[in-house]
């Protein structure tokens, strides 16, 4: 196959090989390097994948304990600092990330949500039961049990405008008829003054459309959407697409996809979907994946309670298991793809991965209103840092990714309580793999020794060494991640195709497995600036420190 390199280079892959092995490169490396290297990286800089774009670097904001109110939403008479309303902590940190679309208002809370409660007068708007109520029983009552609806449509695009990402709504479809959709769209994107939705909004304080573009139609449809099957979401699904007002923007359909590795729900959606033709993929922007990292048992339990560890308190084994949990998110990936391309040929559709993180037992809150809130420790960082690798492997299959969730719940880049504040170590891989967004992914391969570990009736492993790169015009990003617990990784790399002339290294390690950030020591865990290089004969050797992320910003020629 021919392919045009992102350095404008035109080579096949197999041609390069050839010459490579003409040249020597890969068969005899530089002595000094050679003798110094335990792990290879070779970058194929002529190989593009895909490009790697700030949708993969997406939030989720679910009406869920306590995201919403105390975790973005302090109210506008709030002591902490906020802007109109919307904590300026999360606002500032926020900007310092690709600007990734943000998804709202859930999660299974979607399903239950009539738009029309948080729109009009904050003081007229109605308190509602939240769907998550039942499993906050024993917690105290609050908003995040009763929900105010303070904070409604016009206030999640203020944060979005905030924040820089754009939004991403998840429609109703258990609990609402398709009308109500499409006047929410009516309601988010018809022109100013044109309809009694556009006034209804500009009275709110919102004159000119927000043309959304991204809209969910339903949520885990398999569960708490519905407990459809796939075939009864196939039905839903054509009836709440087949007409849906586009006031001229380019509307982006999601439709609700498999948990994890359930083939067969993406087999028999679209095989109802296009009963009667393909041209009902036409309907169909993104299909939407749902994977988290939950199970440290090793094997002993899929019982979804009992198989949830301690977000701080873990074994090295229970460490590599949640790595290899998240490390599935390839396969699936993979896995789905190909069951796609059975009716898609020619692959319209993309994978939406719109959850997923880590989720661990109950205790680690830093308030007991925030349901499935939890600690983020390095482990989290390496899960983030990953998935994230994984995406950017697969830039041609995936088009968004949202990390479950923005604050105060789940794999969280921030832990907030009323007037306090941090930002995780999940928060500083965002920030430090920001660096690829607006390149090209191009094919990376990492040759390093396996890592064994102890499952209850077997041997487990993990790859001892992974990655992704990118290319911006002469800049290649490079991020590593070396999950051995106590190994630093010695690592030769080549960078084929393009002449590496300079290399700056920043990397998040910690002494300690569970480190982490907490209101009395935020920046326990934050990136380093360390040393690299020095570039002999197109290669260096960079050693990678034990249970680290780096970033190696490689300067081409
Ligand atoms: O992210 C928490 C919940 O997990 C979401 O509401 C739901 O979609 C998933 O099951």
Redesign the pocket.
Known sequence: MRAVSPLGLRVTRRGFLRAAAVAGVGAALPPRSSRAADARIDVLASEPIGPVTADFYGH?V?H?GGVVYDGLWVGENSRVPNTRGIRQAVIDHMRRLPAGPIRWP?????DSYDWRDGVGPAGQRPRRTN??ANDMASLPDGAGKYDPNTFGTNEFMRFCRLAGGAPYLAANLRSLPPRDFYQWVEYCNSPAGSTTAAQLREQGGERDPFRVRYWGVG??SW???GNFSPEDYAVEYRRFTAWVPRFGVNLAFIGSGP?GGDLAWTRRFLAKLTERGEGALGSLWGWAL?N?SWNTSRGATTDWTAGKGDALQFTTDEWYELLNEADRMEGLITGHWAVMGEVDRRHRVKLVVD?W?T?YRAGTAVDPSHL?GQQSTMRDALVAALTLDTFHRHADKVAMANI??LVN??QSLFLAHEDRFLATPTFHVFELYGAHVGGQSVRTMVSAPRIGYQRVNAAGSLWGLGGSASIKDRTLTLTVVNPHVSDARDTEIAIRGAAPAGVRATTIAAGQLAAHNTFEQPRAVEPRETSAGPIAGGTFVHRFPPASVTRLTITLT
Do not use: M
Request: net charge negative; glycine share 20%.
């Open positions: 989720f679910e869920l859930g999660g299974c809370f979607a769907f998550w949520n885990e569960g708490c959407g948990n749902h988290y959850e993180g989720w499935f479950a969730q719940c789940l």
